[in-house]
């Protein structure tokens, strides 16, 4: 009786842990997001630069050049990967830029959580 007493316990539990898994669904959507998402702006007046430099990030061995994508004001990059990132900038006009503090890009249970910064060059 006691053995029966226990399987019965056990099926009540493990479909009481089924139900409670699909009374709250998560859906994760298809869509590709960026974990890092940096907007470079001139020191004199604050405007936007998109163009003439060159934004990467590294993570230990991993190395990728973010990109910025026509009419937009941002470089993107890391899309779905987490890491601790830092960031360079090259540019002909503009000093380069190496990031003294490492950006952490963390995820949830579906994507990345996109991290923005703002980074300021000044002009040679």
């Known amino acids: 009786m006691k053995k029966l007493a226990l399987i019965l316990l ?3 539990c ?3 842990l089924d139900e409670q898994d699909t009374q709250d669904p ?3 959507t298809d869509e ?3 974990g890092l998402e940096i ?3 001139d020191s004199l007046d604050n405007t936007v630069i998109t163009s003439g430099i060159m934004v990467i990030a590294k993570d230990g061995d991993y190395t990728e050049t973010l990109v910025n994508f026509e009419g937009t004001t941002t ?3 890391a899309f779905e990967r987490t890491g601790t990132y830092s960031i360079s900038i090259g540019s002909e006009v503009y000093e380069n ?5 490492s950006i952490m890009v963390d995820k949830d249970i579906c994507h990345v959580i996109t991290e923005s910064r703002e980074i300021i060059l ?3």
Request: proline fraction near 4%; hydrophobic fraction near 40%.
């Open 32 to 34: 590709l997001r960026p």
């Open 97 to 101: 830029f190496s990031s003294t503090e």
């Open 39 to 41: 907007t470079v702006l």
């Open 75 to 77: 470089f993107v990059g």
């Open 26 to 28: 998560v859906f994760c």
């Open 122 to 124: 000044q002009s040679n």
């Open 14 to 16: 493990a479909c009481n």
């Open 10 to 12: 056990t099926i009540c």
